[in-house]
């Protein structure tokens, strides 16, 4: 149904994102949606977490566990209606207007250039623990030339890094899971159980300890939307997202809450090694299973490995989309071989601009940028609910044919999760750490916007 081009397409869309390959098969995107959920917040940034919150952790996780899967959804039945690289960019672009899509979507490519390098900093980080004396700067860069490489070449490549790295990831904390398990249940050969001699202060810092929590955990669900971006490069896009946000719950409620719940119980919340060696190495050395902990550090890695190279496919692509929808300098959209190369070595040159800040500028310009993309996450959110809100109707008028996937109970849910959205950043504007990287995303989020106008009115003009 074609009775309105408002609702089809933005500008020069569907043409340009024809131009990209459609080489990832469902195998790859089946992957990327299940390893997507395990990055590298989960392993390495939970254990701040755990240790503001004590044990109720596992509710903080619960509650934006929640509001991920609200948004997950909305975000599917938009994506599966209108596949697009651009995702969310491209459908704010068209619920709210042009603004809205430069806004999103370049606030966002910030996000995942600035990922990149952090996540190569990480992963640098645990190869100089096992090589002492080698420069960390040069593993970043071994690291940013092979994925730099991979995501040059084809799509398909992209995909079958991250087929491994996700199947990998994924038996590690399924194993992860079992064993833990077993220690609760008190039958793993040479363990006691704890019962639930750990859970016994479960607020030990009050509200605030669970504000901390909660929103270390809103921040470890960043990078589910890769696989809305990944879906408009698969064989069959409707198919590919429909299924990936099906199957999102089952799998944030098992390796998210699911993992949260065992580490607190086996492990003392006050451990120091929970913060120092990660919460997963510390349960694993808890056990005391011979070399695991060195084992969790390669899952680790190849978690911080796989975020990088999802990450630099992730911003080139919504580069690329927010280009062919003439929102951006022309050449970033330029294919070849089926690959926006230009987009893809931007992305990768930004992301290692990146990394020489933290070394030469670590306590100005690197600690603003981190400040600057503290909320993205959010602002990105915010948008997707925002662009359901006001497509849901829309496509029910003139085309509800596409609503292959739709909102439950919409539109409560959806206002719902706004009302949480709200709550966040309310909470973030009380909490001292939180409140600079509130209004730095903020004032990053408005220049973009009026940018994104001007450029809109502009275009308007021509």
Not at 132 to 143: K, R
Not at 150 to 165: H, I, P, Q, S
Request: hydrophobic share 55%; proline share 4%; aromatic share 10%.
């Amino acid at each position: 149904m074609h009775s309105s081009t408002t609702v089809e397409t933005p500008q020069h869309e569907q043409r340009d994102d024809d131009a990209l390959s459609h080489g990832l098969k469902q195998r790859h995107l089946s992957m990327i949606a299940l390893g997507g959920v395990i990055g590298a917040g989960l392993f390495v940034g939970s254990g701040a977490g755990i240790a503001a919150a004590g044990p109720s952790i596992v509710v903080a996780y619960a509650v934006s566990g929640l509001l991920v899967m609200l948004v997950m959804r909305m975000l599917g039945e938009m994506s599966a209606a209108y596949p697009s690289s651009g995702s969310f960019s491209a459908h704010a672009e068209r619920a709210i207007g042009p603004w809205a899509g430069f806004a999103a979507g370049w606030s966002f490519w910030v996000l995942l250039c600035t990922a990149v390098g952090l996540e190569g900093i990480g992963a640098a980080h645990i190869v100089t623990g096992w090589l002492p004396g080698t420069p960390e700067w040069a593993w970043v860069a071994l690291f940013m030339v092979v994925f730099c490489g991979a995501n040059l070449t084809a799509v398909k490549n992209f995909g079958e890094f991250e087929f491994w790295f996700a199947a990998l990831k994924v038996g590690a904390i399924s194993l992860f899971l079992i064993l833990g398990g077993l220690a609760i249940a008190g039958v793993l050969p040479g363990t006691d159980s704890p019962g639930a001699s750990n859970l016994t202060d479960f607020l030990p810092h009050g509200g605030e300890g669970l504000v901390i929590g909660l929103l270390a955990s809103v921040f470890a669900y960043g990078g589910l939307e890769t696989v809305t971006i990944a879906a408009a490069e698969s064989e069959n896009p409707v198919r590919g997202v429909a299924s990936a946000v099906r199957t999102a719950m089952w799998r944030i409620a098992l390796f998210y809450i699911g993992s949260m719940a065992v580490i607190v119980t086996l492990v003392p919340w006050d451990s120091k090694e929970v913060v120092e060696k990660g919460p997963y190495v510390a349960a694993l050395d808890h056990l005391g299973i011979p070399g695991a902990g060195q084992l969790m550090n390669v899952v680790v890695l190849v978690a911080l490995l796989s975020a990088m190279n999802a990450n630099i496919y992730g911003s080139s692509r919504i580069a690329y989309s927010l280009v062919a929808r003439g929102q951006g300098p022309r050449a970033l959209a330029r294919v070849s071989g089926g690959v926006p190369r230009i987009a893809v070595l931007t992305s990768c040159v930004f992301g290692f601009v990146c990394v020489l800040l933290s070394y030469w500028r670590p306590n100005d310009v690197f600690p603003w940028l981190l400040n600057m993309i503290g909320a993205v996450i959010l602002v990105v959110w915010m948008f997707i609910a925002v662009s359901q809100l006001l497509l849901r109707r829309r496509v029910e008028r003139e085309a509800p044919e596409k609503l292959v996937v739709r909102m439950w109970a919409f539109p409560v849910l959806t206002w719902v999760a706004l009302a949480g959205m709200v709550a966040i950043f309310v909470l973030m504007a009380r909490e001292q750490d939180t409140r600079v990287q509130l209004y730095s995303t903020g004032g990053m989020t408005l220049v973009l916007a009026v940018v994104g106008y001007a450029w809109q009115k502009a275009r308007a003009r021509a």
